[in-house]
């Protein structure tokens, strides 16, 4: 009998082992070519290929793509540096279907958010990246890699010299900045903490930085 219950134990557990391995394979785009995307470039495999199996990873990377893309000479035009203005808008609407997808999956990534934000800066949406900026502090308001990255978003999304900053910055979005900065100063190098600063005196906000 003894010996009946342990075999019956190893069954159930292979079982079990065997779905989860299925379930993977069927929710992975390293093993499900249905839920593969192209890239800017109409590629489906991803580089780094340990994002090929999460797919809400796999997807924030074929979104990242469409946002760099402005940053490679254009395709049909060999000698411009950059994209024209509608093709910029149009890879950052490919860019925000493929987060809204990302997203649906893993709602509670601050990295994905940063990225979202990103993308509908591209699509032109400034208001929805204010947004995603927003939940991506108050995901991680302590991130030391996300920090310099949303910096550069804040410097973009609350500019005093296109926007009424007074009207559209929050008592929670200057926090924000200052808390990302904080980080900054505690990790990074200091040639960034120096660059940031600037960055930010320039722009004309009134932060209230911490003091060197």
Do not use: C, K
């Amino acid at each position: 009998m003894e010996r009946f219950l342990i075999t019956t134990s190893t069954v159930a557990i292979l079982l079990v082992g065997g779905g989860s391995v299925l379930t993977l394979a069927a929710n992975a785009p390293a093993f499900n070519a249905e839920l593969r995307r192209g890239n800017v470039f109409d590629q489906p495999i991803l580089a780094v290929g340990a994002d090929m199996y999460d797919r809400a990873s796999y997807l924030m990377q074929q979104a990242a793509s469409y946002i760099r893309a402005d940053l490679l000479p254009y395709a049909d035009d060999p000698d411009r540096l950059t994209a024209p203005v509608e093709v910029v808008a149009e890879r950052g609407s490919q860019a925000v279907a493929l987060m809204d997808e990302s997203l649906s999956l893993n709602p509670g990534n601050a990295h994905a958010w940063a990225v979202m934000a990103s993308a509908r800066i591209y699509s032109g949406d400034i208001e929805g990246a204010r947004d995603a900026l927003r939940t991506s502090w108050e995901l991680a308001p302590h991130n030391f890699s996300l920090a310099p990255e949303r910096l550069d978003l804040a410097l973009v999304l609350f500019d005093p010299l296109t926007d009424d900053v007074d009207d559209i910055l929050t008592d929670a979005d200057r926090a924000a900045m200052r808390r990302d900065l904080d980080t900054v100063i505690r990790h990074h190098r200091a040639e960034d903490v120096g660059f940031y600063r600037e960055e930010l005196e320039l722009s004309g906000l009134d932060l209230e930085l911490p003091q060197e």
